[in-house]
């Protein structure tokens, strides 16, 4: 399947103007190549779909779906073996724009610089005066709540801490699109949903565009505008679930019963292909 | 301090000991160990009165420092170098793997011929007995940088020497200090054992002198001179090394 795949969204919201569309893939399809006792690998795709200016999507799927190639993708970090990606109407296949952050599952942190340097890492290869990376780097340790950790090394923190601290260095950046790969995979459930609203509020602060890849279907369900469903190897988008959430959202929407309606129709789309991937494996 | 260290401690200090009444009470021969109480003396009055002290202290510390640079450097080049270049670093592997089996010294003869007698043939012998401990340390350093770092480094559009400087170099650093220690370590064996066989300068003359004069007083006392500097200079990086793990790592 590689059309695009209809939204359960009202139409005026499936066909975005074309200046509302971020970034846009088209026909795009990785296959990793031969290796030693091994053939081709079909990873991702053919798969089509829009980013609209600001939005929140969350990529789901089973494991070894192709989400974090997707990601890569994107990122300019790998080139697809087909297909284009569109940032803002250019092509950037293949190489790493401008504008992008991108924060991975692992741990990304520089161990030999303090957290306050970690953040500033980016600012001072950008060339960015010293008074203004100062006034950024103050202002997303705060944000990210790590103020006071300002002259600790990673290995003194927390993995959750670790993490804020990579988002705090994608965040200084001012980055138009955030890629986040399972950035909370690595953290325990209490701090994935505090993460969660921290990162909600990132996403309202600087009106990026969001893509963050998940296999938590109740954090794609609670973050997300947007819920991209990916099938089995090789990924495909089986579905995109509009949640319909206000905003302003927080963790307190998992107590609503449709948080639970749209995790279970998440869940019943990827349940015959979670199967599919075990069965693979 | 730490338990182990003490346990350490004790057992050199039994052994010095042992060694100190051993030689007092005659069971081992004055002429062929000095107690080592009067190895220190000796050594103090070396230093205060051997006129050749001072200048072959620094001929040898010079050459020493010469050739622990070109290892480390060397090292660390050849190492990124055929790192990159994986199908050379499957050939040279072997090589690397089973070069401390040969003998260097076998190599002195040449380095007479493209070098004469003289520091440089001693700075390169050095550099050829710690060189090779570099090189698989530096390679084995990359190998372990996360991968993610590099991820960071392409997705922050850092280009092939910014990388390098500023992300592998400094994630490589605790096990290029691995590296460097053995570098060091080697590196002295090679220079003092050079300037036994092939020198008219430098404390490994000196030694040499010593022995074939049946001078133990100041034989022994050159040698717990090399023996303190060698351990100094071990435990000095291998701490450095320790507070770049503590660092780096949780644990």
Redesign the interface.
Known sequence: MSGRVRDTAPAADIAPAASDVHVALHGIAHTYPARAGQGPVAALGPLDFDFRRGEFVAVVGPSGCGKSTLL?II???VTPSAGVVELEGRAITGT?A?D???V?Q???T???LTVWDNVA??LR?AGIDAAETTRRVDYALAFMGLTEFRRA?P?QLSGGMRQRVCIARTLVLRPRLILLDEPFGALDQQTRLLMGEELLRLWRETAATVMLITHALDEAALLADRVAVMSARPGRLIDVVTTGWPGGRDSSLVADPAFGTLTARLWARLREESKKALGAS | MTRVRLWQLGIVGTAVIALELLCRLGIINRFTMIPPSEMVLALGRVVATAPWFWPDVRYTLGNLAAAIALSAVGGLLIGLAVHAVPRLRRALDPIFTSYYAVPTFVLYPLLIVFFGIGPASLIVLGALFGIVAMIVATMTAIDRI????L??A?????GIW?TAL??KL??A?PHLMTGLRLAVAYSVIGIIAGEFILSTEGIGRRVALAYNNFDNQTMYALLVLILAFAISVNAALGAFEQALH?????S
């Open positions: 890569e990122a300019g970090l790493v401008k992008i952050g991108v991975f692992e741990d990304a520089f161990a030999w890492f980016g290869r090394y290995a | 996360p991968v993610v770092l991820k960071v392409r997705a922050s559009r850092l910014r500023l992300l400094p994630a650093s503590r660092r780096w790592y949780r």
